[in-house]
């Protein structure tokens, strides 16, 4: 591995375009030391990311208010927990900005035993690289995810236009569709457009970008338990000596308290990520029941968007479960160990492995292993088969008409 290949440097440039979208806050982000990473509460990267905060509650709040004058329905009270889930990601992307600085310190101390020889000789995860690939698959993903629905919501603008004979110029009709909140207490402008979109992207980017990041945590950590179980494995049914047990059994617990750090620290998001990813998948497979239209444009912003929210989800999953996969691995090669060479050092370090989990969680309420898969498998087939015993298939009609009430 390059001597200077660390998770920092690794994830620095994706740190950084998040911080496009007002996401984690810190200074230095790109500085090629971890030393030089700073939170600074007067700084322009903070008063940046706090004025998209203040304009995500402000729209927020018009929502609020307009779904007190329409009445609250399934739809809009989905609306209400996306602007929910945007505006606690911001919150808890801050809060870590405030402890990323020692974390990355503490990150980088861990690192420095896994850039020396013999761990050098044990790279073929790729840290980097993976990160990079995570990053650009999901996120332009999501940028054509994004793309769709705002085609399908002119379409649908239109469509209503046309049909309802509504006299507006084509793109307050879109203003009206995508906007009906601001529709009712801002009269259209055009240069409110460009405005309301960059808003709405700094809404959708963190639901996306969440579960990247967790990948990307889980990317990092998992490297080093790799190069951890190569060197274990590399002395497969030989006999070895206890200072070479100690030094692997010492820098496990290392990775172990690095593991339990970045789990305190990150928790609250992977609680929030796959809570909103669960009952985003679960709303839009009841949506799948009722009527969604008979338009190509819509068919496909809808069945695009429910399969990336599935795929991602799942994603996110295998790649964060990888650390926990490193670990029993490294347990299955500690079974191996030669009656003649197993020592207290051997013994201690066995019993460590099997102390407790090794992974990534949503603050206790579940860990990020494989089985997840399973879990979130059967939980989605059980509503699937609930949801659909239960609508009346009879009163599903395909939607032709796209007047609406304000």
């Given amino acids: 591995m390059p001597q200077g290949e660390t998770f920092h440097r690794a994830v620095s440039k994706v740190l950084f375009i998040s911080q496009i979208y007002g996401l984690l806050p810190v200074s230095n982000v790109l500085a090629l030391d971890v030393r030089d990473i700073r939170f600074r509460w007067l700084s322009p990267r903070i008063f940046y990311s706090g004025l998209i905060f203040i304009l995500n509650c402000c729209e927020f709040g018009a929502v609020i208010n307009y779904v007190i004058k329409v009445a609250i329905t399934f739809h809009n ?34 690192e420095q035993l896994f850039l020396k020889i013999p ?71 055009i240069w409110l457009l460009p405005l309301f979109e960059w808003i709405n992207e700094t809404i959708a980017y963190p639901r996306s970008f969440t579960d990247c990041f967790i990948m990307c945590i889980g990317i990092g950590l998992a490297a080093r338990f790799h190069q951890l179980y190569r060197r274990i494995a590399a002395v497969h049914r030989k006999v070895m000596p206890a200072v070479f047990w100690t030094e692997v059994r010492e820098h496990y617990l290392a990775l172990k308290r690095l593991v339990r750090l970045l789990d305190a620290a990150i928790a609250p998001l992977v609680l929030l990520a796959f809570g909103n990813n669960m009952s985003f998948i679960c709303f839009q497979l009841f949506n799948s029941f009722k009527n969604i239209g008979v338009d190509f444009i819509v068919m496909v912003a809808f069945w695009y968007s429910l399969v990336f929210a599935i795929v991602r989800t799942s994603l996110t999953i295998f790649v964060a479960s990888s650390i926990n996969d490193f670990e029993r691995k490294i347990v299955t090669a500690l079974r191996d160990v030669p009656t003649k060479a197993w020592s207290i050092e051997v013994q201690r370090f066995s019993e460590q492995l099997g102390n407790d989990m090794t992974a990534l969680s949503g603050s206790g309420f579940f860990y990020l292993t494989r089985s997840l898969v399973l879990a979130m498998g059967t939980t989605i087939i059980t509503y699937e088969l609930m949801i659909s015993d239960v609508i009346n298939q009879g009163s599903i009609r395909q939607k032709t008409q796209y007047c609406r009430e304000f």
């Fill in 77 to 110: 009270s989905s609306t209400l927990s996306l602007y929910i889930v945007c505006l606690l990601e911001h919150l808890f992307f801050w809060r870590l900005a405030i402890h990323w600085p020692s974390i990355m310190r503490a990150w980088d101390g861990v």
């Fill in 119 to 189: 761990y050098r000789f044990y790279d073929e995860y790729k840290m980097k690289k993976r990160i990079y690939v995570v990053f650009g698959v999901v996120m332009s993903s999501a940028l054509v995810e994004h793309f769709l629905l705002l085609l399908n919501s002119f379409h649908l603008s239109n469509m209503e236009r046309t049909q309802c004979k509504i006299n507006v110029t084509y793109l307050e009709s879109v203003y009206k569709w995508e906007r009906p909140h601001f529709y009712m207490i801002l009269p259209y402008h």
